[in-house]
């Protein structure tokens, strides 16, 4: 059976302990957890102390790498499930770290989604309907997407009209041409990959185009 040969700090603030079994590094815990699993110099584990020492390792190394992928950018559930899912996670490690990162709110996808709409509307606009595919695409339910939505626009004080005006705008600054058949066929196309919604997109290329050929 293994044994504690070495329990030494890791890190700069002391809160974590590198465990060595045998002479050997084998994981490294918070100071709670060693302690929750009795773990000492000298100590001999047995079949289930390893197993559970196994178990905490993991969850450990899963709420890491959570941490520092959830550090890059705001992640959904759904998005960070696969991501661990990924690293072959066992789906109980998965699981208990989902719940530990929502419980410091650190998931939260309401949240995700008023972030994700935030961005769109400032940097990239586009209908609702294009922002409800992505959002499901990033595994966020039909209600939290629409409570993101909802909130997103309250908060920037705009419209979808509003965003399908300034997406065309910019649009037909860019891409201005002397033929208003192709004019209007290539700035509709646009928008409706946005996911505006038709007759809001009539109206407006209607005026834009309509500027040119008068």
Same mark, same amino acid.
């Given at each position: 059976?293994? +044994?504690?040969?070495?329990?030494?700090?890791?890190? &700069?603030?002391?809160?974590?302990? *590198?465990?060595?079994?045998?002479?050997?590094?084998?994981?490294?815990?918070?100071?709670?957890?060693?302690? *929750?699993?009795?773990?000492?110099?000298?100590? @001999?584990?047995?079949?289930?102390?390893?197993?559970?020492? *196994?178990? @905490?390792?993991?969850?450990? /190394?899963?709420?890491?790498?959570?941490? &520092?992928?959830?550090?890059?950018?705001?992640?959904? &559930?759904?998005?960070? @499930?696969?991501?661990?899912?990924?690293?072959?996670?066992? =789906?109980?490690?998965?699981?208990?770290?989902?719940? *530990?990162?929502? $419980?410091?709110?650190?998931?939260?996808?309401?949240?995700?989604?008023?972030?994700?709409? &935030?961005?769109? +509307?400032?940097?990239?606009?586009?209908?609702? $309907?294009?922002?409800?595919?992505?959002?499901?695409?990033?595994?966020?339910?039909?209600?939290?997407? @629409?409570?993101? +939505?909802?909130?997103?626009?309250? /908060?920037?004080?705009?419209?979808?009209? =509003?965003?399908? /005006?300034?997406?065309?705008?910019?649009?037909?600054?860019?891409?201005?041409?002397?033929?208003?058949?192709?004019?209007?066929?290539?700035?509709?196309?646009?928008?409706?990959?946005?996911?505006?919604?038709?007759? =809001?997109?009539? /109206?407006?290329?209607?005026?834009?185009?309509?500027?040119?050929?008068?």
């Amino acid at each position: 059976m293994p +044994i504690v040969t070495r329990l030494e700090e890791a890190g &700069r603030d002391g809160g974590r302990l *590198r465990v060595h079994l045998d002479g050997e590094p084998v994981c490294t815990l918070t100071r709670e957890a060693a302690g *929750r699993l009795g773990l000492a110099q000298g100590v @001999e584990l047995g079949p289930e102390a390893a197993a559970a020492l *196994r178990d @905490e390792a993991a969850r450990e /190394e899963a709420l890491g790498r959570a941490f &520092r992928y959830l550090g890059h950018r705001a992640r959904s &559930r759904a998005e960070l @499930e696969r991501y661990l899912g990924r690293r072959g996670y066992e =789906d109980a490690v998965v699981a208990a770290t989902l719940g *530990r990162c929502e $419980a410091l709110g650190y998931v939260d996808d309401r949240a995700f989604a008023t972030s994700w709409v &935030r961005d769109r +509307i400032r940097l990239k606009p586009r209908g609702i $309907a294009r922002l409800r595919s992505e959002l499901r695409k990033k595994g966020v339910s039909a209600a939290d997407a @629409e409570a993101g +939505i909802g909130r997103a626009f309250e /908060e920037e004080g705009v419209t979808e009209r =509003d965003l399908l /005006e300034r997406a065309a705008g910019k649009k037909w600054r860019a891409r201005r041409t002397d033929d208003p058949l192709k004019a209007r066929r290539r700035l509709s196309g646009y928008l409706r990959r946005r996911g505006f919604p038709g007759h =809001d997109i009539r /109206e407006v290329v209607d005026r834009l185009v309509g500027r040119l050929a008068d």
